[in-house]
């Protein structure tokens, strides 16, 4: 069996996205952006022979709409959870307890990302080198954990969306006794001006992600 990893996703048009953009760009406009964001992470894990792909999905009555979206390759999981914590961990735990050498969450806010650090996450997980990955964004979050085992208390009493949750779980960890592998850092795009950055990234370099790069570039005209 192969490393899962999973796309943690809200399913477009049935719960807001990227509300912090929805001054600068609409509601309408931000749903259409995260549906390029999403489309183009699942091409992108789609494409890896080494990790056995999974689109954790929420809520869980937009089944259909997901099968409609998602590459054949991925097995579809709805999240469990009330909070961002409990369905992180209960995905983790389900998917290791599947007999995945390792599984893997991640979201879809990064969309250059390079698909490397995910493989070498996989990689490093499937071989034990460590017993939790983390890949920290510039705004104190994470865009990757994968996890060898259970372990719900590296998931508990975190002040999710603070700039405190790649600190604190890294140090959570250290006090649990697991070994820790962290990737190089890259960035979120949350806000208006992360979209920007986006946006002038794009025009620096050819390539990446094409559905996002046509988005961003009818938002920019």
């Not at 579809?76 to 307890?97: F, I, K, M, N, Y």
Request: net charge negative; glycine share 8%.
């Amino acid at each position: 069996m192969k490393p899962a990893v999973a796309v943690m996703a809200k399913v477009p048009g049935l719960e807001p996205v990227k509300s912090r953009m929805h001054e600068a760009l609409t509601p309408e406009l931000a749903t259409l952006l995260y549906r390029c964001f999403l489309l183009d992470r699942l091409d992108g894990i789609a494409a890896l022979p080494q990790v056995a792909p999974v689109l954790a999905f929420t809520p869980a009555h937009g089944r259909r709409r997901m099968e409609a979206l998602a590459p054949p390759e991925f097995r579809l999981v709805a999240q469990d959870g009330p909070g961002l914590g409990e369905r992180l961990s209960t995905l983790l735990a389900g998917l290791v307890a599947d007999g995945h050498p390792g599984a893997i969450a991640m979201d879809s806010d990064s969309p250059t990302l390079p698909m490397e650090y995910v493989v070498e996450a996989a990689e490093v997980l499937e071989r034990g080198k460590a017993d939790l990955v983390l890949g920290p964004s510039e705004d104190g979050g994470y865009y990757l954990i994968g996890l060898r085992r259970r372990q719900a208390a590296l998931f508990s009493d975190i002040p999710w969306s603070t700039d405190q949750v790649f600190e604190l779980t890294r140090e959570r960890a250290q006090r649990l006794g697991m070994r820790v592998h962290q990737l190089p850092e890259w960035f979120d795009v949350d806000t208006e001006s992360d979209l920007r950055r986006l946006a002038l990234e794009f025009d620096a370099t050819p390539g990446g992600p094409w559905r996002t790069r046509r988005c961003v570039a009818s938002i920019y005209v």
